[in-house]
């Protein structure tokens, strides 16, 4: 029982971490910076000035709104993931970050900046519902029919709908997940 307690104080805490580093950079940016941030972190694409935005522009948000909008997927769905294994919370993180971020850049409009959480969310989105197909295991399926169940209206987000949202962001993010499922699914098939 002990260890059950370890691990969801492990879990809230590096949850709560990342949600209090997204307040932070978001408070710093919208009342001492007057959104500078989004400028100067965000992804340019097609730019060599946007590159570095990619490992930046998940932790920038227009508003506090949009904030807000992305708090509670990114806790739910970051969440299962890390039931897995915090090794897969990172893992799934990082390539998602990485996938999301090449993706805007290489093929979002000249000219536009991207930023926000969103493209993350998609990913852990896109990780949980295919990862049983990579995986063959009860626990991923029960984790993909959950997944599916609360977030199913995020698929048409992968779609171009709104002019002022990324749904680039949201469609790399989407494959950056499965890409993620397919390495954790080799990598665990093969030890």
């Known amino acids: 029982m002990n260890k059950l307690f370890e691990k969801l104080n492990t879990q809230v805490t590096i949850l709560g971490s990342i949600i209090a580093i997204l307040w932070i950079v ?3 940016n919208a009342e001492l910076l007057a959104g500078k941030l989004n400028y100067y972190g965000g992804i340019h694409p097609q730019s060599s000035m946007g590159i570095t935005g990619i490992f930046f522009a998940p932790f920038l948000h227009g508003s506090y709104a949009h904030l ?3 708090i509670v ?4 769905l970051g969440w299962l993931i890390m039931l897995r294994g915090f090794g897969d919370f990172f893992f799934v993180s990082i390539v998602t970050i990485i996938v999301s971020g090449l993706g805007i850049w290489c093929f979002g409009s000249p000219g536009s900046i991207h930023i926000g959480a969103s493209g993350l969310i998609f990913g852990y989105f896109g990780f949980l519902l295919l990862r049983s197909l990579f995986d063959f295991s009860i626990l991923s ?3 993909a029919l959950t997944a599916g169940f609360l977030y199913s209206g995020l698929i ?4 171009p709908s709104d002019p002022d949202v990324s749904w680039e ?3 790399f993010g989407f494959l950056g997940g499965i890409l993620a499922a397919q390495l954790l699914g080799k990598r ?3 030890s």
């Open 141 to 143: 399926v029960i984790f």
């Open 169 to 171: 962001a949201h469609l």
């Open 188 to 190: 665990k098939r093969n």
């Open 26 to 28: 978001q408070i710093i």
């Open 68 to 70: 807000v909008a992305n």
């Open 73 to 76: 997927p990114l806790i739910t």
């Open 156 to 159: 048409w987000g992968i779609l």
